[in-house]
């Protein structure tokens, strides 16, 4: 078998473009996507992979990509991480599926005992295990609904929850996400988010702000539940100033609501610690999880209180797949490479280094309007110079010429004009550097 043909680790960790982007296999493999799958599930960077491990995709045409988006925060072990292709190999042999609402087994609950002792807080806690972090949303909110007897919802300005009936309406974005796929679930209340680099607001400000609007065009005696990105993920990655989570948190405390942390995006020691909720010594009510938990396997959860999770009757959660055991195998490989590896640590490093590359490039390139983020998941903002007016146009041409050059970079934002970057936290520091070298090229070559 060829080596690039090898996933994992063991791979070259090195940027090799050995076609144009994409290249003659990749395209021949488009007509076929073209043919056989819906055009509305598009494609970012249009190379097929056949593998991939520590900070590199490759693709059929043999070209090796940096990648700095890990599947949008999903890989951050790597992908095929050693002990996430164990264990999984293991499971997979002994069984597939019982459905855990038939016949249980170990490894959901040895991930519902992970994940009490890893989210925040040392209070009693529980778990629901799904596949998709929209799940874990609608769960989170099923569960807070029953818990307090009231229906309504706050969710934010930008703020990404998913793509199912419920989790659209609480997605803010219309495009790409929304967009003619209404009747949308009611009750659910948007409220202004803390966005520092817009508002020039302290985060004691902007919570006094979302809560005035709460009180007054929901009123707290309605409400089930708040819920917010601790970091935003697809909005922009907005990082709400100082003090805005803690206040928050203080006031749904005071008025029985409960208080959800989707960290999703943001879990499993992207942002430098285990949860980005943990940064501001925040103990949310519930916490929803995916994407970065099973190294690549489709899981989620919805982590809590256990007075809460148990406000629930039997019967009342679950799904055909929810826990798979192959996933829950994925997951404790994954959490054993983030103990044994101190991948919290190490995406504190990769932060430290991303933070002084981009603040660079930001002071060659006055397009460049605010950078922040937080350990390895950062993001530069891209306005018209000495403004806030969004230029997607320039963030676009600036993430296709990454492309070009082999870079997998992803855009986000209301506006889409912000470039994030989500290294996966396997990624080598020399690799990292080429990546950015590569961004700061691309700059030069769009000014
Ligand atoms: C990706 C994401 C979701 C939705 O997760 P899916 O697995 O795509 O359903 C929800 N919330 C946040 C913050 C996300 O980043």
């Not at 919802?153 to 003619?180: C, E, I, S, W």
Request: charged share 15%; hydrophobic share 45%; net charge negative.
């Amino acid at each position: 078998m060829a080596s690039h043909l090898t996933g994992g680790p063991s791979l070259p960790q090195e940027r090799r473009l050995v076609t144009q982007i994409p290249g003659p296999a990749s395209l021949e493999r488009l007509d076929r996507k073209k043919q056989h799958v819906a055009d509305g599930v598009g494609t970012t960077l249009p190379v097929f992979v056949t593998a991939a491990g520590g900070g590199v995709l490759v693709d059929v045409d043999g070209n090796s990509l940096i990648d700095l988006g890990s599947g949008i925060a999903v890989t951050s072990v790597g992908n095929a991480a050693p002990d996430v292709v164990s264990r999984v190999q293991e499971q997979v042999a002994a069984f597939t599926h019982t459905c855990f609402m038939i016949t249980p087994y170990d490894g959901y609950v040895d991930v519902c005992a992970a994940l009490a002792e890893l989210t925040p807080g040392d209070h009693a806690k529980k778990s629901a295990l799904f596949n998709s972090g929209a799940e874990a949303v609608e769960n989170a909110v099923k569960i807070a609904r029953v818990a307090t007897g009231r229906d309504a919802v706050a969710v934010f300005d930008h703020a990404y929850h998913g793509r199912t009936n419920l989790t659209m309406a609480m997605t803010a974005k219309n495009m790409p996400y929304k967009q003619g796929f209404g009747p949308f679930a009611g009750e659910v209340y948007r409220a202004p988010m803390s966005y520092p680099f817009r508002d020039g607001l302290s985060g004691e400000e902007a919570a006094a702000r979302a809560i005035d609007v709460i009180e007054k065009q929901v009123g707290a005696s309605n409400l089930a539940c708040v819920v917010v990105e601790p970091i935003q993920g697809e909005g922009g990655f907005v990082v709400p100033a100082r003090g805005f989570l803690p206040a928050l948190t203080e006031w749904c405390t005071r008025n029985d609501v409960v208080f959800i942390a989707d960290e999703i995006q943001t879990g499993f020691c992207r942002t430098g610690d285990w949860f980005a909720s943990h940064h501001e010594g925040v103990v949310p009510d519930l916490v929803t999880t995916a994407k970065g938990i099973a190294g690549g396997l489709p899981l989620a959860a919805v982590t809590g209180r256990a007075d809460l999770m148990d406000s629930v009757h039997v019967g009342g959660l679950g799904g055909t797949y929810g826990g798979n055991p192959v996933a829950c195998a994925a997951a404790l490989g994954a959490i054993e490479e983030m103990h044994s590896h101190d991948l919290a640590g190490r995406a504190r490093q990769i932060g430290a280094l991303m933070h002084e590359r981009l603040t660079a490039i930001a002071g060659d390139h006055p397009v460049i309007g605010d950078l922040r983020g937080r350990g390895a998941m950062m993001a530069i903002e891209l306005c018209e110079p000495g403004t806030t007016l969004p230029d997607p146009v320039r963030t676009a041409a600036v993430s296709a010429y990454c492309h070009q050059q082999g870079v997998v970079t992803l855009t986000c934002g209301t506006w889409g004009n912000v470039l994030r970057l989500l290294p996966p936290l396997a990624i080598s520091n020399p690799l990292l550097h080429e990546g950015l070298d590569v961004l700061a090229e691309a700059f030069a070559a769009t000014a």
